[in-house]
């Protein structure tokens, strides 16, 4: 049964601490303690550029409240953010080649069905990104608590309804977007079964994905939402899906809108389905092409 393919490989996979710490752990681990060493630097070095120059801080200048609701925004903005897609990689590698490297696929496919093992290490790896969502929520928060006890500045949390299903968008979609990226190294693993393989290949497509976008483009005289440029690069699709949730889905914008400058607008219906329609051929198909060689492939001496 499904049930008990996700029951198995969750408990395999908890039981797998290094790739846990590393794949799940880390990141949010660095985010709340280089958080709060970042803050105590910049307060101690502001401190002393002041009183190098003989200034003298007006009082309650600096000391407005901090508030935490453009913390969990700006955490669901940043929740697959490159480093984060990469960890993730450690994670996804482990789940879908783990049994080629161990060579534990002849044990386990006789107590299951082929399609449900691969719906069992999917799901699993859903709930473990999920995890590393709210723990990097939790991380983002810890910064912000840091920032306040540094500076001495009060809390607060004035949010509405509308800001929240921001946030609650921007995470969801972020988390579609590291489980679409963990599709290739699904696809990677079973083609190859080889571990490293299900590591390097989806970091291989996405670093020429990224080249792409940031030099390619003018070099083929693409515009970034034209269809044959989108549907070969779903990070575009991605950050699209972003600012059509909210114009604080895209953080450098957001920050400039915040210092005055212009919002950021609201990518029009047709970029959406693009966007829309790249994301699922990155999904859909990389699951379907594993569904369909996992089906036909000997795992006697797996």
């Given at each position: 049964?499904l049930?008990?393919?996700?029951r198995?490989?969750?408990y395999r996979?908890?039981r797998?601490?290094?790739t ?6 880390f990141?949010?681990?660095v ?5 709060a060493?970042?803050?105590?630097f ?7 550029a002041m009183?190098a120059?003989g ?11 901090l508030n ?19 960890f993730?990689?450690i994670?996804?590698a ?5 049994d ?12 299951n069905s ?8 999917v799901?699993?790896?859903g709930l473990v990104?999920?995890a590393?969502?709210?723990?990097f929520q939790i991380?983002?928060v810890?910064?912000?608590l840091?920032q306040a006890?540094?500076?001495q500045?009060?809390?607060?949390f004035?949010t509405?309804a509308g800001?929240m299903?921001?946030?609650?968008g ?7 977007r590291?489980?679409?990226?963990a599709?290739?190294s699904?696809?990677?693993a079973v083609?190859?079964r080889?571990?490293?393989a299900?590591?390097f290949i989806?970091f291989?497509v996405g670093?020429?994905q990224?080249l792409?976008q ?7 005289g ?7 440029a989108i549907l070969?690069m779903?990070?575009v699709?991605f950050?699209?899906f972003k600012l059509?949730i909210?114009p ?5 914008a957001?920050?400039m809108?915040?210092a005055?400058g212009p919002?950021p ?5 047709e970029?959406?389905i ?5 994301m699922a051929?990155w999904?859909?198909v990389p ?6 060689w ?6 006697s001496k797996?």
């Open positions: 049964m049930a008990d393919a996700i198995a490989e969750g996979l908890v797998n601490r290094t846990m710490f590393w794949g799940v752990i990141i949010p681990l985010v709340a303690i280089g958080g060493l970042f803050n105590w910049n307060k101690v070095q502001g401190d002393r009183a120059a200034v003298e801080i007006p009082a309650g200048m600096g000391r407005e409240s935490f609701a453009d913390g969990v925004i700006a955490a669901s903005a940043l929740g697959a953010n490159g480093v984060v897609l990469v993730s990689l994670v996804a482990a789940l879908y080649a783990g080629y490297r161990w060579e534990t696929w002849r044990l386990i496919s006789a107590r082929r399609l449900n093992l691969i719906l069992g290490k799901a699993s790896m990104v999920l590393g969502l709210i723990l991380a983002m810890l910064f912000g840091s006890v540094v500076t500045r009060p809390l607060g004035e509405d800001r299903g921001e946030a609650a921007l995470a969801a979609v972020a988390w579609l590291i489980m679409q990226y599709m290739l699904l696809l990677a083609v190859t080889s571990l490293l299900a590591l989806p291989a670093f020429a990224s792409l940031s030099l390619g483009l003018g070099f083929l693409w515009e970034a939402m034209d269809w044959q070969l779903p990070g699709a950050d699209t059509a909210s604080e889905g895209n953080p450098l957001a920050a809108a915040q005055g919002t607008p609201v990518p029009p219906r970029e959406v693009k966007a829309a329609t790249s051929v999904t859909v699951f379907v092409a594993t569904i369909a996992f089906q036909r492939q000997d795992l797996e």
